[in-house]
């Protein structure tokens, strides 16, 4: 068995051969873990799986007040991820139920109405901004804040969460301020032109896999909406872990990105195995591709 | 229905809106397209459907001999995605007949001698290189030959295949010389770590959302090796087309990465349709997220 060596656990990079004796996964310190609070876990329930996305209030309050708003009315439940598009975004939450597009736009519209966007916030002392450590080729400064990709610039005191993979949305029309229901999910190499100019307030912190099993529309048709209805994968349910009994709540910690471990973590990816990589890689880091570890803590 | 604009056919970017009129798809002039020649082209059967991949002999012809022979013998076909990592590779060919790793491992290098690595090239007039036209944070720089992206250094005048989303390569052990069977595929952000370390020498052309479909392994248990065999998702098939009769043989033809076309492309990603993207993205375009398009031709 060949193995291309991956970053564990540890932020310890295994050797790759099955032969190697691999060091054995030493886990972050207590300290280094955060809770999820259940407000901001959002459980999307889908065939193949349970899909947690925790949600940023700190950076859109409004569209996280929504989507909360939403979950309650059991908006999402029995829909579908509509619009699939290989390496893109899976997207759902249009509504269903009604013939016209347009009809159905409006009807959303009068109870939803078109929110305000939060493409970015300011730069502020209520979050702590933890710096890649490199330069990014899409925005001036990039880093993490609480567990989110984060883009910053200095020039405009401004901070927004970067579209990574796993990255959670919420979609719009030409204007600006027009989400009301519809997110998305980044299934795909990082869309950056999407940053600053779509609300990003989440991101899938487990089940990525399963949301990668979605089936996919014709990205050549209706935009990658999947024409034949039958063929959508239902959204089941969506719940806030807060509306679930404690006894049944899922619950994860997520790695502190402000922490000493996750410094190491970084560092392991810039000087992966030397056993393994011949070639020292480049020591730049592309901060959607290191990962920030989330364990499972309750059911 | 919000759609966040995706990069279309013609290089077009569709409009977010339902009601915006979208510009029609203007296809590439026939000069602007490739024929995939048969021998290069890799068919894999999923459960899930069809992938097609395209080799890249210029770049690695000992590594694609080498396919075209295992491919031949039937080694793949029943085999299984054994280890399957989200967000980063799905792995086959490991042979799964024995029971020891150890005895299988020297019996495969026995019929399949390991292979003198091919990480890289030198840049030569048989490939035309087309720059992406922006610097990019992991190699000197980055561009197209023939639709696979690529990375040059003008300092040593080599040239590889990156490491992005659909990237297939041969894994091996610690040992440079290593690969015998093993392939993979990568189906996450780009591990652009992996780049002049390991040989990569083609790429997928149709049908990564089938790869994408597979089940996952645990990632902190043995690398992502899936332990319930049952699990595993088979590779039902894989062929050459140029192994199939004529009359069912699928063919493509892909983009050519040195063509006006193709420039504009990148150029309309650069400056995405300014009806919905009120702040215009940073212009650097991510070599792994230009789409290369691909069309069918045959079966």
């Known amino acids: 068995m060949k193995l291309i060596p991956i970053a564990l656990f540890a932020g310890v990079l295994l050797a790759a051969s099955a032969n190697a004796a691999d060091a054995p996964p030493a886990g ?4 280094a873990w955060r809770s999820v609070d259940p407000a901001n876990l959002v459980l999307i329930d889908t065939k193949y799986g349970e899909v947690a996305v925790e949600l940023a209030p700190q950076f859109a309050p409004r569209h996280v007040a929504r989507m909360r708003a939403l979950i309650g009315a059991h908006f999402y439940d029995g829909q579908s991820f509509y619009r699939v598009v290989d390496g893109f975004v899976a997207q759902g939450g249009v509504g269903e139920d009604t013939a016209s597009t347009k009809i159905r736009d409006a009807k959303l ?3 939803w109405p078109k929110l305000k966007a939060e493409f970015d916030r300011p730069v502020g002392n209520d979050v702590a901004f933890t710096p890649l450590g490199n330069p990014d080729s899409f925005a001036p400064e990039v880093g993490h804040v609480n567990g989110f990709p984060v883009g910053r610039d200095p020039a405009d005191k401004r901070m927004w969460i970067i579209h990574c993979p796993g990255t ?3 979609a719009r029309d030409n204007d600006n301020d027009s989400a009301t229901t519809e997110f998305y999910i980044v299934i795909g190499e990082a869309p950056r032109r999407l940053d600053r100019n779509l609300t990003a307030f989440g991101r899938v912190i487990e089940g990525m896999q399963y949301i990668q099993k979605l089936e996919r529309g014709d990205p050549d048709v209706d935009n990658g909406v999947i024409q034949d209805k039958a063929k959508r994968d239902p959204i089941i349910r969506m719940r806030l872990a807060s509306d679930v009994p404690a006894k049944d709540r899922p619950a994860f910690q ?10 190491q973590v970084k560092d392991k990816r810039r000087h992966p195995a030397p056993e393994f990589y011949h070639r020292p890689p480049l020591a730049n880091l592309d901060v959607c591709a290191v990962p920030v570890m989330v364990k499972r803590t309750g059911k």
Do not use: N
């Open 28 to 31: 972050p310190p207590p300290q």
């Open 168 to 170: 959670f949305a919420f």
């Open 254 to 263: 997520v790695l502190r990105t402000d922490s000493a471990f996750f410094a």
């Open 109 to 111: 519209e009068k109870e």
